[in-house]
């Protein structure tokens, strides 16, 4: 991918379709391969843009502790560099928190917003469950990192088969180990940082709400209260699907968001 530099760190983003501009955001540790599943029919309608947050995949890391807000001044220089007046936005998990802070310090350009799998405050359950993920990310192998990782992206149906599961062991000891624990303990504290609450009635931009039934990393309680607190917003919640429906369950992640999609306009 494509490397852009944004203040002191590099961006490394992918763009593909034509259209209005669509940004994807991921969440804590993911790079953009993530969206791997929609990238094709997303692009069919838009120019899609999705890219690697720092201290994940190809981007630069960083040294200091950091906020979904300063990942915002990320997102938003890369639209920039792009020459994008304006994107709708998807933000995953702790994109999604970026994408709340994106939306709320530059409402004008955003133009909707899809927020999946996150919320609006992190509170003492979720401080407590990100924090503990700090700290075994300091002990853990990567292997190990992997199985708990799946266990908090998937449901149960995910691992009767056990090869999507081998797959993902073998992709994480092929892949690169340079970079060491320091930037996943930085991205859980961005997590734990997260604290939008008292701001999104600011929020004008169409919003949709997604969220898994069984999502048991950030349970279904946080997307309701998004979809209470931001006006106008719309909850689809997908049946059978945890944290990570948009692989687990790619097509009811589609059905959820694509109609909205459209309604934004091309």
């Known amino acids: 991918m494509p490397a852009y530099s944004i203040g002191d760190v590099t961006l490394n983003a992918e763009t593909s ?3 209005f501009p669509l940004l994807l955001i991921s969440g804590t540790g993911l790079p953009a391969v993530i969206w791997g599943f929609h990238i094709g ?8 843009v999705a890219f690697d947050n720092r201290d ?3 981007s630069s890391s960083v040294e ?6 300063d990942m915002a001044v990320d997102a938003l220089g890369l639209m920039d560099e792009l020459g994008l007046e304006q994107a709708d936005v998807i933000g995953f ?7 709340q802070e994106l939306v709320l310090a ?6 909707g917003l899809v927020l999946y799998a996150t919320w609006a405050s992190t509170d003492g359950w979720l401080a407590l469950r990100f ?3 700090e700290q075994l990310s300091a002990l853990a192998t990567p292997e190990l990192m992997t199985d708990m990782g799946a266990m908090d992206l998937y449901t149960h149906r995910f691992f009767a088969d056990p090869a999507p599961l081998e797959m993902l062991r073998a992709a994480s000891r092929a892949a690169p180990t340079e970079r060491g624990p320091a930037g996943i303990i930085r991205q859980w504290r961005a997590d734990q940082a997260h604290d939008a609450r008292d701001r999104l009635a600011q929020i004008a931009a169409p919003t949709l ?9 950030v349970p279904v309680r946080y997307s309701r209260e998004l979809a209470e607190l931001i006006p106008g917003s719309r909850l689809e919640v997908i049946p059978e699907a945890g944290h990570g429906a948009l692989i687990e369950r790619p097509d009811a992640f589609r059905t959820a968001v694509e109609p909205f999609l459209h309604d934004l306009g091309g």
């Open 209 to 217: 709400v997604v969220v898994g039934d069984e999502d048991g990393l």
């Open 56 to 58: 994940t995949g190809a």
């Open 106 to 111: 530059k409402p004008d350009r955003v133009r």
């Open 17 to 19: 379709g034509d259209g």
């Open 131 to 133: 924090s503990l993920w």
């Open 41 to 48: 029919w997303m692009s069919e309608i838009r120019r899609v």
């Open 64 to 69: 200091t502790d950091y906020t979904p807000a």
């Open 93 to 99: 998990s702790l994109g999604g928190a970026i994408a």
